[in-house]
C-alpha cells in the first residue's frame, strides 16, 4: 500500500484538493451551525488536512506503526465546546472517506489500471483508519461534553444558591442577573418546595419534573432537597400534585413575583416543612394553610417554653398515657373539633374521646371550650409533634374507656 500510495503521490494530492472543495460546499449546506464560524477557506483547509491525515493513516498502518489521532481529538473536543452535535461530525468524516477510496482508486486507475487490484486490500485499511479517527473524535467529544455538562451544572447551582440564599459572592450576579442566566422572568410568579432528606433522591429523578408549562430547578443541599419552582399560571396547589406520586415530605413558600424575594420564600418553605406530618394524608405543607405551626416552629425557644407550661403535666405522664392522650387531642384538633369523627379516626367510642380530652384539660388547667386556652393547647401540641415524630393512634381495636 505506501508502494502504491507513493507512485501516485502527486495526482492524489491533486484529487484530495477537490475533494476538499467538495465536502466543504456540502458541509456548509448540510451542517451551517458547525460550518458558519469556522469559514469556508478554514473548513475547507481542515477537511483537507483529515483527509490527507487519513492517507498517512494507511502509509503507518502498512508500517506498522499507530494512527496519529491528535486532531481528530481536537475536532471532537471543539464540537463538543461549540455545543454542536457529535452525528454531523462523524458524518463528514465518512464521506471523506467514501470521497479517499474514490480519489485513490481513480489515481491508480489513471496511473496503472493494471494495479487496481493491489489496492482492493487497502479498503479494509482504510476504513480501519477512518474508523480511529471517528472513534477518537467521539470519545473527545464526549468527554468535553461531560466536562462542560459538570461546569454548567456546578454554575446553575450556585446561581440558584444566589437566588435561595438571598447573598450572591462579591463577583457574582445579583438576583435579577442571576435569575435571567436560569432562564427566569423578572416578574412571575414563584414558589420554593423543600423535600426533606429522606425524600430528595426520590424527588430527584424528575429533575425537570413539571405539568404544562409547570417548571422546577432542582438543587441538592446537604440538609434537604430544594425546588424553584416557575408556576406560571398554574395555581400554588399544583405544587402538592406534582409531589403526590413521590410520596416525600415537604414544605412549599407562598408565591412570589420577583426573583429578589426567592431567598424569603426558601426560609418560609423550610419552615412549612417542620409543619409537613410524617405519616398519614397529603405530606406537602403549603405554608399558608398552617401558618399557626409554623410560628411555632419559627420560635424554637418560645415553642420549648409551650411546650412545657402547657403540656407539661401531660408529657411528664408514662409514655402510653402521653401516647394516648397527644393522640387524642391531635386527632380531635384535626377533627375540627368533633367527638364523632376523631373517634372513628381512633378505633374507639367517642366517650372514650371525650375521657381523655377531659383528662388533658383537668392535667393543664385549660379548657378546651374557652378560646384563648384552645389556642395555646393547638399550638403547644404543634410544639411537641414537631419536636418528635406524631404518635400513632392504636388500629384495630375499640377501646371501651
Same mark, same amino acid.
Given at each position: 500500500?505506501?508502494?502504491?500510495?507513493?507512485?501516485?503521490?502527486?495526482?492524489?494530492?491533486?484529487?484530495?484538493?477537490?475533494? +476538499?472543495?467538495?465536502?466543504?460546499?456540502?458541509?456548509?449546506?448540510?451542517?451551517?451551525?458547525?460550518?458558519?464560524?469556522?469559514? #469556508?477557506?478554514?473548513?475547507?483547509?481542515?477537511?483537507?488536512?483529515?483527509?490527507?491525515?487519513?492517507?498517512?493513516?494507511?502509509?503507518? $498502518?502498512?508500517?506498522?506503526?499507530?494512527?496519529?489521532?491528535?486532531?481528530? #481529538?481536537?475536532?471532537?473536543?471543539?464540537?463538543?465546546?461549540?455545543? =454542536?452535535?457529535? %452525528?454531523?461530525?462523524?458524518?463528514?468524516?465518512?464521506?471523506?472517506?467514501?470521497? *479517499?477510496?474514490?480519489?485513490?482508486?481513480?489515481?491508480?486507475? $489513471?496511473?496503472?489500471?493494471?494495479?487496481?487490484?493491489?489496492?482492493?486490500?487497502?479498503?479494509?485499511?482504510?476504513?480501519? &483508519?477512518?474508523?480511529?479517527?471517528?472513534? @477518537?473524535?467521539?470519545? $473527545?467529544?464526549?468527554?468535553?461534553?461531560?466536562?462542560?455538562?459538570?461546569?454548567?451544572?456546578? /454554575?446553575?447551582?450556585?446561581?440558584?444558591?444566589?437566588? =435561595?440564599?438571598?447573598?450572591?459572592?462579591?463577583?457574582?450576579?445579583? @438576583?435579577?442577573?442571576?435569575?435571567?442566566?436560569?432562564?427566569?422572568?423578572?416578574?412571575?410568579?414563584?414558589?420554593?418546595?423543600?423535600?426533606? +432528606?429522606?425524600?430528595?433522591? /426520590?424527588?430527584?429523578?424528575?429533575?425537570?419534573?413539571?405539568?404544562?408549562?409547570?417548571? &422546577?430547578?432542582?438543587?441538592?443541599?446537604?440538609?434537604?432537597?430544594?425546588?424553584?419552582?416557575?408556576?406560571?399560571?398554574?395555581?400554588?396547589?399544583?405544587?402538592?400534585?406534582?409531589?403526590?406520586?413521590?410520596?416525600?415530605?415537604?414544605?412549599?413558600?407562598?408565591?412570589?413575583?420577583?426573583? @429578589?424575594?426567592?431567598?424569603?420564600?426558601? /426560609? *418560609?418553605? +423550610?419552615?412549612?416543612?417542620?409543619?409537613?406530618?410524617? $405519616?398519614?394524608?397529603?405530606? %406537602?405543607?403549603?405554608?399558608?394553610?398552617?401558618?399557626?405551626?409554623?410560628?411555632?416552629?419559627?420560635?424554637?425557644?418560645?415553642?420549648?417554653?409551650?411546650?412545657?407550661?402547657? =403540656?407539661?403535666?401531660?408529657?411528664?405522664?408514662?409514655?402510653?398515657?402521653?401516647?394516648?392522650?397527644? %393522640?387524642?387531642?391531635? %386527632?380531635?384538633?384535626?377533627?375540627?373539633?368533633?367527638?364523632?369523627?376523631?373517634?372513628?379516626?381512633?378505633?374507639?367510642?367517642?366517650?372514650?374521646?371525650?375521657?381523655?380530652?377531659? #383528662?388533658?384539660?383537668?392535667?393543664?388547667? /385549660?379548657?378546651?371550650?374557652?378560646?384563648?386556652?384552645?389556642?395555646?393547647?393547638?399550638?403547644?401540641?404543634?410544639?411537641?409533634?414537631?419536636?418528635?415524630?406524631?404518635?400513632?393512634?392504636?388500629?384495630?381495636?375499640?377501646?371501651?374507656?
Amino acid at each position: 500500500m505506501e508502494r502504491i500510495i507513493e507512485e501516485i503521490r502527486e495526482d492524489l494530492a491533486r484529487r484530495l484538493a477537490l475533494a +476538499a472543495d467538495r465536502l466543504a460546499d456540502r458541509t456548509l449546506t448540510e451542517d451551517p451551525a458547525y460550518a458558519a464560524p469556522l469559514g #469556508r477557506a478554514e473548513l475547507r483547509e481542515r477537511i483537507h488536512h483529515n483527509l490527507r491525515q487519513a492517507v498517512e493513516g494507511l502509509v503507518r $498502518s502498512s508500517r506498522g506503526l499507530p494512527v496519529e489521532l491528535a486532531d481528530a #481529538r481536537a475536532a471532537g473536543t471543539l464540537r463538543a465546546e461549540l455545543g =454542536l452535535p457529535l %452525528t454531523p461530525l462523524l458524518r463528514t468524516y465518512r464521506s471523506g472517506g467514501r470521497l *479517499l477510496w474514490a480519489a485513490l482508486s481513480e489515481a491508480v486507475a $489513471s496511473h496503472d489500471r493494471a494495479a487496481l487490484p493491489r489496492l482492493l486490500p487497502g479498503a479494509t485499511a482504510l476504513w480501519d &483508519v477512518l474508523d480511529q479517527m471517528t472513534d @477518537a473524535a467521539s470519545e $473527545s467529544y464526549r468527554r468535553t461534553e461531560a466536562a462542560r455538562t459538570d461546569r454548567d451544572r456546578e /454554575r446553575r447551582a450556585a446561581l440558584l444558591d444566589s437566588l =435561595l440564599d438571598g447573598a450572591a459572592a462579591p463577583a457574582g450576579p445579583a @438576583a435579577p442577573e442571576a435569575a435571567a442566566q436560569l432562564g427566569l422572568p423578572e416578574r412571575g410568579r414563584f414558589a420554593v418546595v423543600v423535600v426533606a +432528606a429522606d425524600g430528595a433522591a /426520590r424527588a430527584m429523578e424528575r429533575p425537570g419534573a413539571g405539568a404544562g408549562d409547570l417548571r &422546577v430547578l432542582w438543587r441538592i443541599r446537604a440538609e434537604a432537597e430544594t425546588g424553584l419552582v416557575e408556576l406560571g399560571h398554574h395555581p400554588l396547589e399544583s405544587v402538592r400534585e406534582l409531589l403526590a406520586p413521590l410520596g416525600v415530605r415537604a414544605g412549599v413558600s407562598p408565591v412570589v413575583e420577583v426573583p @429578589a424575594e426567592l431567598a424569603r420564600a426558601y /426560609r *418560609l418553605a +423550610a419552615l412549612a416543612l417542620r409543619t409537613a406530618p410524617e $405519616s398519614g394524608g397529603p405530606r %406537602t405543607a403549603l405554608l399558608d394553610e398552617g401558618l399557626p405551626g409554623a410560628l411555632v416552629a419559627g420560635q424554637a425557644e418560645l415553642a420549648g417554653r409551650l411546650r412545657q407550661v402547657v =403540656l407539661g403535666p401531660v408529657l411528664a405522664l408514662p409514655a402510653e398515657d402521653r401516647r394516648l392522650l397527644l %393522640t387524642t387531642l391531635g %386527632t380531635w384538633l384535626a377533627c375540627r373539633g368533633s367527638t364523632t369523627f376523631a373517634a372513628q379516626r381512633l378505633y374507639c367510642h367517642r366517650n372514650t374521646v371525650s375521657n381523655r380530652l377531659r #383528662r388533658v384539660e383537668q392535667l393543664t388547667g /385549660r379548657s378546651l371550650s374557652d378560646p384563648r386556652q384552645l389556642v395555646e393547647l393547638a399550638l403547644a401540641h404543634a410544639a411537641v409533634v414537631q419536636r418528635t415524630p406524631a404518635p400513632q393512634a392504636p388500629r384495630g381495636r375499640v377501646d371501651p374507656k
